[in-house]
């Protein structure tokens, strides 16, 4: 079965830089959430999309930017990068069902800033 | 906000034992999950709970939400190796999802 796929998995950038996280999530699910989760933390929650639009905001940095495309693919943009933003970023979706709301997390990216 | 918190924060089991995990809701609750996550790896969805005193259980592995849907506990029997990792509750209020504070579970073999 089709799982969240993210990529890259390994990423290494320099304070300053930027970097582009991608997200494909499970075929025809509707939803897509992005986290960060950073050494012996649990996710926090950053950004969701609800077929395509931005359905809610949580601690998402102003630095950081996302969106979700006509394929529902979404990208995970972050800029002026510190080295505090070296973490896991996970990417999960679900399909919106009553009652039910069962995310399916992609492997994460590993961003490590130098 | 919802808050979700768990405990313990960490258990260290010998092979064989049974051990509970608690989630903690600030609010009540109309769906919790439980997922697990090794080290580094993405979460991997265990079970749902959505009405009061509903138990599911999968493998060594019951989960239970309290009748005021505002406790859940993960109950592992003859807890093995491969049970090890951190394990997260998680709640649904609306378009963000919670997650609890996380219970990291090491079993010595």
């Known amino acids: 079965a089709a799982g969240v796929i993210q990529s890259p998995r390994h990423l290494i950038k320099e304070k300053r830089e930027t970097a582009t996280l991608k997200c494909y999530p499970i075929?025809?699910?509707?939803?897509v959430y992005w986290y960060q989760q950073g050494p012996g933390q649990d996710p926090q929650f950053l950004i969701s999309?609800?077929?395509?639009?931005?359905?809610d905001k949580g601690s998402i940095p102003d630095r950081f930017s996302a969106q979700q495309f006509s394929d529902y693919h979404s990208e995970l943009n972050m800029s002026s990068l510190e080295l505090g933003d070296s973490a896991l970023y996970f990417c999960?979706?679900?399909?919106?069902?009553?009652?039910?709301?069962?995310?399916?997390f992609g492997a994460g990216s590993r961003l490590t800033v130098l | 906000s919802q808050e979700l918190e768990q405990s313990p924060q960490s258990l260290i089991v010998q092979e064989g034992k049974n051990l509970t995990i608690n989630c903690t809701s600030s609010?009540?609750?109309?769906?919790l999950y439980w997922y697990k996550q090794k080290y580094g790896e993405g979460l991997i969805f265990l079970m749902m709970?959505?009405?009061?005193?509903e138990e599911k259980s999968h493998e060594k592995i019951t989960a239970k939400l309290d009748e005021k849907k505002q406790q859940s506990s993960l109950h592992i029997t003859a807890s093995q190796p491969s049970h090890a990792g951190i394990y997260l509750c998680?709640?649904?209020?609306?378009?963000?999802?919670?997650f609890g504070t996380g219970t990291s579970l090491t079993v010595i073999p």
């Open positions: 709970l959505q009405k009061g005193g």
């Open positions: 075929p025809r699910h509707d939803t």
């Open positions: 609010k009540t609750l109309y769906g």
């Open positions: 999960a979706s679900s399909r919106q069902v009553t009652g039910a709301n069962v995310l399916t």
């Open positions: 998680g709640a649904d209020p609306g378009n963000q999802f919670y």
């Open positions: 999309f609800y077929e395509k639009m931005q359905s």
